[in-house]
T-cell receptor, first 114, second 114 residues
């Protein structure tokens, strides 16, 4: 099956610093990856769509300058949370699209900003 | 706007019994897929089953099957012979706009009682 990895699984950073999260498709190439945020006991909220070789498309209300996305290769997308604040603490999940509609998900990253 | 409605926030079932989770959706797409994902306590999103909208036959994967009613835009998940390992949050997903995005329902928390 299609496998997506995400690193790190947990990260704690201080307020004002930046943190990078990597999402990799291990056994397939993904021209499109998605980044989600999930609060406890809630559904997934799409933050942005990452397309290889082009700029990311952000959902309404998501700050582009705060959540920087780079999709430099067909197997890697990164999300950088810049100048992190405690309210950015959350569970971040990436997915990689295979075929037209199917998405395979990474295991998620728990970000805690102190 | 694309919407997905899961009207049952929580469901419970006895081990070995059958349970059905409901989902309705709204999409303007003509050729699409629908998905059920499972999120256990580990928070890893796992694809349970997919349904191609142009296929009249309901999808089946072992103990999991769907009842797809295209005209009613209904897509329910039936779990037969429920097992303790089926306990999880279940999300229904349907097309969510450009780039083959998915829109997720709010989820149904399934408890399996021994």
């Amino acid at each position: 099956g299609a496998v997506v990895s995400q690193h790190p699984s947990r990260v704690i950073c201080k307020s004002g610093t930046s943190v990078k999260i990597e999402c990799r498709s291990l056994d397939f190439q993904a021209t499109t990856m998605f980044w989600y945020r999930q609060f406890p006991k809630q559904s997934l909220m799409l933050m942005a769509t990452s397309n290889e070789g082009s700029k990311a498309t952000y959902e309404q209300g998501v700050e582009k300058d705060k959540f920087l996305i780079n999709h430099a290769s067909l197997t890697l997308s990164t999300l950088t949370v810049t100048s992190a604040h405690p309210e950015d603490s959350s569970f971040y999940i990436c997915s990689a699209r295979q075929g037209r509609w199917e998405q395979y998900f990474g295991p998620g990253t728990r970000l805690t900003v102190t | 706007a694309q919407t997905v409605t899961q009207s049952q926030p929580e469901m419970s079932v006895q081990e070995a019994e059958t349970v059905t989770l409901s989902c309705t959706y709204d999409t303007s797409e003509s050729d699409y897929y629908l998905f059920w994902y499972k999120q256990p306590p580990s928070r890893q999103m796992i694809l349970v089953i997919r349904q191609e909208a142009y296929k009249q036959q309901n999808a089946t994967e072992n103990r999991f099957s769907v009842n797809f009613q295209k005209a009613a835009k209904s897509f329910s998940l039936k779990i037969s012979d429920s097992q303790l390992g089926d306990a999880a949050m279940y999300f229904c997903a349907s097309p969510g706009g450009s780039n083959y995005k998915l829109t997720f329902g709010k989820g149904t928390l399934l408890t399996v009682n021994p």
